[in-house]
């Protein structure tokens, strides 16, 4: 069992604090800045397919980053779906599509999902819009050399509660998918237990209600998945996101999970996105050989 630190209690300045990452990383407006040029290389280097549709809505889209032709033998290619952060009600894909290039490089598929944003919907709707997404992903995989049976989720902060929130879906009921649609996951510095939020300066914004943080908290989830799943926070974060991850692994691998934990030394809530996206990182290369059948 990982050792858990303290959360701070519920609805006070300290857990408002250690929720709030844009004050914790004030230089996150710099790393963002930095990132912007990054991501147009990625699309500029590698063939992609932006703005593809899963649905009606107009954030119902994805931008699918393929390796390099010639580059991967390993055609079809497995595919790492990416699910971005932002508190479920901000940013974009568009921030993040520099996290590709490693992964593209090493012959997976990357592709970046976009979803519709609280206040203008829930947050049952955006794990539907997700699990849509990957269905799409898998029923359409033969169109872009995708490989259908190794299809994989990840995702940042919203984005890891998303990761986990698809990582224990039912396919064959939601979609008539087989029950191994999914083969895998990476959630990074994920939110899993929504009560908190709700008693936080986001409650404004997001509105939550007491059935929505029963049914839309993954660490409460039964029954827990079984495939793979890689839980990591920056070692640099907050003690709540720490718990919040620790707390996720040891509740699921109770009851049968196959969770593994890292805690990236030194990285934030922001720069744990840097470790992810350097193929030399621990990080990376678990996710690489998850993906990729060599772990």
């Excluded at 844009?22 to 407006?29: K, Q, S, Y």
Aim: proline letters at 8%; a negative charge; glycine letters at 8%.
């Amino acid at each position: 069992m990982l050792e858990l630190p303290t959360h701070p209690p519920l609805g006070t300045p300290e857990m408002d604090a250690q929720y709030n990452n844009r004050e914790l990383v004030p230089e996150h407006v710099g790393l963002y800045e930095k990132w912007a040029p990054m991501c147009a290389d990625v699309v500029a280097d590698f063939p992609c397919h932006q703005g593809v549709a899963y649905g009606s809505s107009p954030r119902e889209i994805m931008d699918i980053v393929l390796p390099p032709e010639g580059h991967s033998p390993d055609a079809p290619h497995p595919v790492l779906v990416y699910i971005h952060g932002g508190y479920w009600m901000s940013r974009s894909i568009t921030d993040q599509t520099f996290l590709a290039r490693a992964y593209a490089e090493a012959g997976i598929a990357f592709v970046l999902v976009e979803y519709d944003l609280i206040p203008g919907v829930r947050m049952a709707d955006i794990i539907r819009q997700c699990r849509q997404a990957t269905q799409w992903v898998h029923d359409h995989a033969g169109d872009y050399g995708l490989d259908a049976n190794r299809i994989f989720v990840g995702g940042h902060s919203a984005g890891g509660h998303l990761t986990a929130a698809l990582a224990a879906t039912d396919w064959p009921t939601f979609s008539g998918g087989p029950k191994d649609l999914m083969k895998g996951g990476i959630a990074l510095s994920g939110i899993y237990d929504l009560a908190p939020i709700q008693q936080s300066y986001m409650q404004e914004t997001l509105a939550l209600t007491d059935d929505e943080v029963a049914a839309d908290s993954p660490q409460f989830f039964d029954p827990t998945p079984t495939q793979p799943l890689i839980v990591a926070p920056g070692g640099g974060e907050s003690d709540a996101f720490k718990h919040q991850s620790r707390n996720l692994v040891n509740t699921w691998n109770a009851k049968g999970a196959d969770c593994r934990y890292l805690e990236p030394d030194g990285c934030n809530h922001f720069t744990i996105l840097s470790d992810f996206a350097n193929p030399e990182s621990e990080l990376a290369q678990a996710t690489m050989a998850m993906v990729l059948g060599k772990s």
